[in-house]
Structure formats: C-alpha cells, structure tokens
C-alpha cells in the first residue's frame, strides 16, 4: 500500500503565540491535511480561524454545523476574513483537535475548499465546510484565535501533511 501521506512541516510551541503560520508549501501534492492538537490561554472559549497566503479580505464563505449538549444548530457566513472553526478549549488541559482537510490547493482554475472537524473539550463538536474564493495555488496557511489577546499554548502542536496521488 503506497503511503499517501507525508508530513511537510510539524510546529510545537516552547512558549505561546497567537498565530502559527505554514509558508513556502510545496505544489507537489494534490490534496492538504492540517491536523492541529491545541489549547488556548485566555479564559473563555475561543474560535479558531484559518486564513490562506495572507488574504484577509472578505473572500471567504463557510458554514459550521456544531452540536453540545444535545443542543445542535449551523452558523453560516458569506464574507468573512477567514474561515472560522468552532470553540476552541481553553487551559493547558483542555487540548482540542482540529483537523482540516484542503482539496485541490495547487489548481490555479477553482476556488478552494476546506472541510473542517473538531472535537472541542467543551463537548462541542463542529464540522464546517469553506471556502476561499481565489484561484490562486496555495502557498501558505495561518491559524488565529479570534478572541484579543488569545494565544496558543506552549505545547501545542500543528502538522501539515501532503497527500499524494496513490
């Protein structure tokens, strides 16, 4: 069985920061993975966002469904600056895997889709669908946390995986 996946870049953080980026990703691939397991430091629950090579216009679209507490609903956005993942867990024992697939990056015709997933501590979980409207290859990925002063934690940790054509 060929291997399909193949680890690009990883990231643990020594201290806190509030963005983490992945610039310079190689076109030899067809598909993304970003697979995120972090927490925040501020006190209340924050939403992650993902911004692709830098474009913080309103050129993105998504939609989250989320369900907690046997309560489920969908948020949906048209001209957003980013794509936005659900709540995200806050405090050194509250790590959140957020996990987003990216088809097509490299194309240089479509717009971008991204299908998101994450498991919040909370006991949310949220899966959202977006998009990036540019046709533009992607070259680079940023997470935010969209709270102020919101930072990831030391210890978190951020891989971003190729896929290969099988």
Wanted: glycine share 10%.
């Amino acid at each position: 069985m060929p291997r399909t996946y193949e680890p690009i870049a990883t990231r643990t953080l020594n201290t806190d920061t509030s963005t983490i980026t992945f610039s310079s990703i190689p076109s030899t691939y067809t598909d993304l993975v970003l697979v995120v397991n972090a927490y925040s430091t501020s006190t209340g629950n924050d939403n992650i966002g993902l911004v692709i090579n830098g474009d913080s216009g309103t050129n993105y679209s998504w939609t989250r469904m989320y369900g907690v507490s046997g309560v489920s609903g969908t948020t949906r956005t048209t001209s957003s600056n980013q794509i936005g993942q659900g709540t995200f867990g806050t405090g050194s024992t509250k790590y959140s895997p957020v996990i987003y697939n990216i088809m097509n990056y490299s194309n240089a015709t479509t717009f971008k889709t991204v299908l998101g997933r994450a498991n919040e501590p909370v006991g949310q979980v949220t899966t959202l669908v977006g998009l990036w409207r540019s046709t533009a290859a992607i070259t680079s990925l940023t997470l935010n946390l969209y709270a102020s002063g919101a930072n990831y934690g030391a210890g978190s940790t951020f891989t971003l995986y190729g896929i290969k054509a099988a």
